[in-house]
C-alpha cells in the first residue's frame, strides 16, 4: 500500500509539472526508505536562475510507532554539494510535535507525514548555478528505523537585489 501511495503521489506531481510550458516555480522529491542507499536520501536540486530567492522545506513519512514513539523531536543530518563541489553538512533537529510552520499529517496508525521549513531566503550566484545535490541521513538506530521515507520541497520566488 505505502507503495501505491508513493507512485499516486509522484503520478499526481508529474501531471501537473507536465500541464504547464514554463518551469514550475516549485519543486518536491520524495524517496522511500527502500529506494534509499545505506540510510542516505539523495536529492537532484537545479538552481538555476540568479534573480531568483528559494525556500526550502524537509518532509519525512515516520513511524511513530517506532522506538521514536517517546521522542519530541527527530535528528537528520544534512549534506549540501554545491555545482562547484563545496560541501557543507549541519546536524538538524526537527520537532515532532505540530507548530505554526509545521505541518503534519496522520496516514492512519502510527504512520505521519511531516513537513518542516528548513531554509529561505537563498539566493544563488552565476558560478554556483545548475545542480546541487542534497542529502539527508537520520541520526542514529531510532530514526534510522522510523524513517519509512524522506522528502525535499523547494520553492523561488521573485526577489530584490
Known amino acids: 500500500m505505502k507503495g501505491r501511495n508513493s507512485h499516486i503521489f509522484l503520478a499526481a506531481l508529474l501531471m501537473l509539472s507536465l500541464s504547464s510550458c514554463t518551469k514550475p516555480a516549485e519543486s518536491f522529491s520524495l524517496v522511500m526508505s527502500e529506494d534509499a542507499t545505506d540510510r ?3 536529492f537532484p536540486v537545479h538552481l538555476t536562475d540568479t534573480t531568483k530567492v528559494y525556500s526550502t522545506g524537509i518532509a519525512a513519512r515516520i513511524d511513530c510507532n517506532s522506538e521514536l514513539k ?5 535528528i537528520y543530518e544534512i549534506t549540501v554539494k554545491s555545482p562547484r ?3 557543507s553538512k549541519e546536524l538538524v533537529t526537527f520537532p515532532l510535535e505540530k507548530a505554526d510552520n509545521i505541518s503534519i499529517y496522520r496516514r492512519g ?6 513537513l518542516w521549513p528548513y531554509r529561505d531566503n537563498i539566493r544563488i ?3 554556483e ?3 546541487w545535490t542534497v542529502q539527508i541521513q537520520p541520526v542514529g538506530k531510532a530514526a534510522g ?5 524522506m522528502g525535499f520541497h523547494y520553492k523561488e520566488s ?3 537585489r
Open 109 to 114: 496508525g502510527s504512520v505521519v507525514d511531516a
Open 85 to 87: 563541489g563545496d560541501i
Open 70 to 74: 517517546n521522542n519530541k523531536s527527530v
Open 158 to 160: 521573485d526577489g530584490e
Open 40 to 42: 542516505i536520501y539523495t
Open 125 to 127: 550566484c552565476g558560478s
Open 145 to 149: 528505523k522510523a524513517t519509512l521515507g
Open 129 to 131: 548555478t545548475g545542480e
